[in-house]
C-alpha cells in the first residue's frame, strides 16, 4: 500500500476525530474529561516498570554489566567512544549535535536519536534497520564512522578482564562460553530497557490531574491531534512506531532533506520508502535539539512549523505553533538516575588502542 495515501487517510480520519475539542478550546469552553478521553485514544503513559525485552529476560546481572559497557569506551578501538558519548545520559541521551563524531573524527551521516524510552520504539535507527536495541547495539561498534571495531576485537578486550568475565557467567548462567558479542548486545539492550522517563506532566493529565497542564497546553494537545500531527506520533513514545515520507504535501528543502539519503528506501529498496523515515519519537523533545534526521533545527517552534508545512500542508500561525510547542514540552519525564560504574583495569592482554585516523 502507497505510504503517502495511507497517511493522508489517517490523517482526514483525524481531523474529523477531534476537531470539536479545538473549537471548545478556542471558544473558551475547554472540556478537560473530553480532550483526555481523545489523547487516550491516540497515546499511552509511560510505565513506572521496566518493560519486557522479547527473547531477553531483564535481570540484575544483565542490567548492571550492561550499564558498564554502555559506558565502556575500550570496546571502540580507540578506546574513546563508548555508547554514552553519542547517547549521553546527562543529556537527554543523545549528544545535541547536527550529526555525531565517531572514529577518526568523523562526522555521521545523521543525528543521534536519543536512547531514552528507545525500548518502545518499532525498531532502531532513523531507517528501521535494526528490529531491536540488540541489534541496535551491535552497529555503532563495527561501524568505522564510529567505533570502527571488530566483534572478535571487543570479546578480546573483554576476556582480557577477570572481571567482565566474572560478570558475563553471572549475568548469563549456564552458558559454556558467556563472554560473546551477542551476550556484550543483550546486556546493553537489557540495560537500555531501564532508560525509561515516566510521570512526564502530560502522562500525568493522562492519568486524571486536570491543573497540571496550563490553558495554552491543553490547546497545544488539542492542535497536535487536531491538526493531524497525532496520526504518526502516537503511542508510548508519541512517535517512533510506523514510518512516514518526509514531505507527504511539500518537501523541506536540501539542507532538511538531502537528495542523497533517501531513508527506508536503503533498507527495503521499496520505491515507495524514498525519503520515509521512522516517525521521532517526541518524549522528552526538549531535551534532545537539534530535530529531524540531518540534526539542521535547533528551535523546537521552528521544527513545528516545518512539519506543519512539509507534513500536513498546513501554515500555523505562531500562537497555534507556540501551543504545540508548549503541549511538547509537557513530555518530559523523569530521567533515570545513573551512578557511573567504576570499569575494570585493562591488563597485559587486553588490546591496545588504535590511533585516531579515519579508516585505520
Known sequence: MNTARTFIRLLG???LCVGFITSALAAGQGDDAALRKAANDYFEVVPSAVPAVKGNPVTHEKVELGKMLFFETRISSSALISCNTCHNLGMGGD???ETSIGHGWQKGPRNAPTVLNAVFNIAQFWDGRAADLK???????????EMA????????TLKSMPEYVDRFTKAFPGEKDPVTFDNMAKAIEAFEAT?????SRFDQFLEGNDAILTAQEKEGLALFMDSGCASCHNGVN??????????????????ILPANDKGRFA?????????????GPLRNIELTAPYFHTGKVW???????????????????????????????????????IVYPILPVSTESTPRPKEMIANK
Open 299 to 337: 528551535n523546537l517552534e521552528q521544527a513545528v512549523g516545518i512539519m506543519a508545512t512539509s507534513q500536513l500542508g498546513t501554515e500555523l500561525d505562531d500562537k497555534s505553533i507556540a501551543a504545540i510547542a508548549a503541549f511538547l514540552r509537557t513530555l518530559t519525564g523523569e530521567e533515570p538516575q
Open 95 to 97: 549528544d545535541n549535535l
Open 195 to 199: 532508560l525509561i522517563t515516566p510521570a
Open 135 to 145: 541489534a541496535q547495539a551491535k552497529g555503532p561498534v563495527q561501524a568505522g564512522v
Open 267 to 279: 533498507v527495503t529498496h521499496t520505491a515507495d520508502d524514498d525519503y520515509v523515515f521512522r516517525a
Open 238 to 255: 508519541v512517535g517512533g512506531n510506523g514510518y512516514y515520507p518526509f514531505g507527504v504535501v511539500e518537501k523541506p528543502g536540501s539542507d
Open 149 to 156: 571495531s571488530t566483534p572478535d576485537r571487543v570479546v578480546t
Open 13 to 15: 480520519a483525524s481531523a
